[in-house]
């Protein structure tokens, strides 16, 4: 037709032009968050596409008029996008020559973006490759890609799931299938680096094998770059393909308590001790039944681990045991965790004598294969050294723990290495240097276990300062976490301590009945070293309210009358018997340093005697 006509080509608009877009079609400059999100990152930049999308939102009466401003009434999810949208698609994909819809297809299964190096080992036709991406390209349905010379990738994601689930699943499996082989070929000599796209497409296909392998390695890989939520997503699938075709073989049985032996960390990592315990329970019959006996000292070393942060102390302590005659003399990547369990156990059982040469022994190895178990071991250690008041070794975990969080850039290690600094200010009564150790470690990781564990050390300092508020919205955050996911190691404790700011802010009837649920939990878990940092805080209440250091408002009366009726008169008396029984633990410990020296001065002041009258077992 020569100059009889004039080509014009239409181009998407930009995103602040279908912001702007938006704005018009609803006629405010009001539009809600969600749904300018929902167009950007589903809808795209075709205008058609933005208008058909809000259409079919309203009449669907999921987006109302509302005082001249728009709102959501729910969600916007990608199956309220309007059938007319793929409907136009659809009849564009149908009306393809065959070999040109087939190499469409074939692309949606590899991704939203195409290497062309997959692309051309994939087609039927790589002769005609290049002529049919160019097509493509022409209709609008591909373009160049961006992030490579030759590659492509599709022009709106819309496309790409319109092409993709307009497909047999048959195909679609055949399909993932083939491009995970060609995978495993192009990029043999980088595998890793693909881990995560190996498992999406042998998942999809008929490989279960395949799928099991790369999920479980892409969860391994998650694992090591801190990213917790992600690896635990993908054992998870691992798990569902291993229990759907896992047989009555001792490999394959074998096979399954390895790779929860594994998962465990995981579950360690993500603090979800209730779903451990569970996931455990469930399977040691299964374990037992192994003639493998260093697998299921594996197994038990794991299955003490969530019995001890769900609170079954006791259970915990015999059960590792058990695991460590199993793990010994073989080799064993979980014996560094069973040592750090069994070494938390005694401290909490006031074992310390054993619990000390059970940390010896690991700081003698220093296996950094297990940097976790070594980590942790340490850190039970200093649990210990809190406990007797020993403020210079855990000045000396710390520094050691800092050291080798710099060498082996371990935040976790970092991490415990605060926390040991701050037991050794805590043990010296310098509460404010405690206070700003916990603090660094509380800002240095968002990692669930290593993320409440420095927030209890937190909340406990700040009780000792009498920053009441600032531990009661710690402990507020905690308490929740905790049940949720069955952590009743921590979570009790930060109940016991939510008790003592309840009392400290007036609330004593309240404060006194969590206490007293704490105690007996205590007891019957053999949880030494809680019950004796709780009736610290209980000799501290108590000495005041005899002493009358903390006066009593008519409100805080009026509110705790019962409480104060029973208890008041029976203060110095409880104050006493707490202060002799730390005093007792104490000697019994061997322990020295701040919470002895406290409980000695307070029972003098209370009894009357001249200060430092006291000896021993009797008074001078």
Known sequence: MGASYQEIQLQDLSVPEIQEMVTSILQTTVVPADLRQFIQERVGTNPFYVEETINSLIESEILQPENGNWRLTQAIEASEIPSSIQAVISGRIDRLEQTVKHLLQEASVIGKTLPYEILRRLTRHPNALNRHLQELADLGLLRPSAQSEHGYEFKHALIHEVVYSGMLKEDRMAIHQQIGLVMEQIFADRLPEFYETLAFHFRHSALSQKAFDYLRKSGRKSLNKYAVQESHEYYQRAFQILEQTMGEAEEEKGLLIDFLNEWARVFYYRADFGGLRKLFLKHQALAESLADKGLLGSFYVWLSVSLFNTGRVKESYGLSLQALEMCKNRSNTDIGMGYANIIWCCGELKRLAQGIQYGEEVMAKRDDSDPMGYVLSLGGLAMIYIFNGDSQKNFELGKILLEFGESHSDLRSTVVGYICTSYGHHSLGDFAQAVEWSQKA??????????????????????????????????????????????????????????????ARGHYSRGMKIITAAVWAFNKNGRFVSLYFLEFALAEIYFQMATRRRRLGLGTIFKNLGFILKEVPLARRKAETYLRKIIQVSQEIGASGFMQSYATGNLELLLGRPKGAWKGQRWR
């Open 442 to 503: 509380v800002a240095l990781s968002n990692e669930p276990i290593f993320s409440v564990w420095p927030k209890l050390v937190l909340a406990n300092c700040f009780i000792q300062t009498e920053k009441f508020q600032e531990a009661d919205e710690i402990l507020r955050e905690i308490i929740p976490f905790c049940q949720h996911l069955g952590m009743d190691y921590i979570g009790l404790w930060a109940q016991s301590l939510y008790g003592v700011v309840l009392m």
